[in-house]
């Protein structure tokens, strides 16, 4: 693999932890392998592993995107990211937020639910 699959699967453990890794990996099949490879390198070797701005600054972007576009079903994993990439509750609900006002309140609203249903697992699963 090249140096950015390399340096794209190092972030992509920071940041989503090495037991999310594994299973995607895991689930791999030929069939999606040449997805996997891509958002590796892009999207984890290129974009998340770019130092301009911190991997905190980038979960609250990712999941204020995510909430703006209704691509819900990506935001209890980064949810969980959090945990390693030091963005608070606070954070994530300015985010929402800032959804709400930009991009509009039902798309805010399920996210903030779904966040509240992953922090409290989360918080369940530290016991």
């Not at 130092?51 to 600054?57: A, K, L, N, Y």
């Not at 999941?63 to 576009?69: D, K």
Request: hydrophobic share 45%; proline share 2%; no cysteine.
């Amino acid at each position: 693999m090249s140096d950015r699959f390399d340096r794209g699967m190092k972030t992509r453990r920071a940041v989503l932890g090495d037991e999310h890794v594994d299973r995607a990996e895991a689930a791999t099949t030929a069939f999606d392998a040449p997805f996997q490879q891509m958002i590796t390198e892009n999207a984890w070797g290129t974009l998340w592993s770019d130092e301009t701005i911190s991997h905190r600054e980038r979960s609250m972007l990712t999941l204020a995107l995510l909430a703006a576009t209704g691509n819900f079903a990506e935001i209890p994993m980064h949810i969980r990211a959090t945990a390693r990439t030091g963005a608070s509750e606070q954070d994530v609900i300015q985010a929402f937020m800032h959804v709400a006002v930009y991009a509009g309140v039902p798309k805010a609203n399920h996210a903030i639910k779904l966040a509240k249903e992953t922090f409290a697992q989360m918080a369940e699963d530290a016991r």
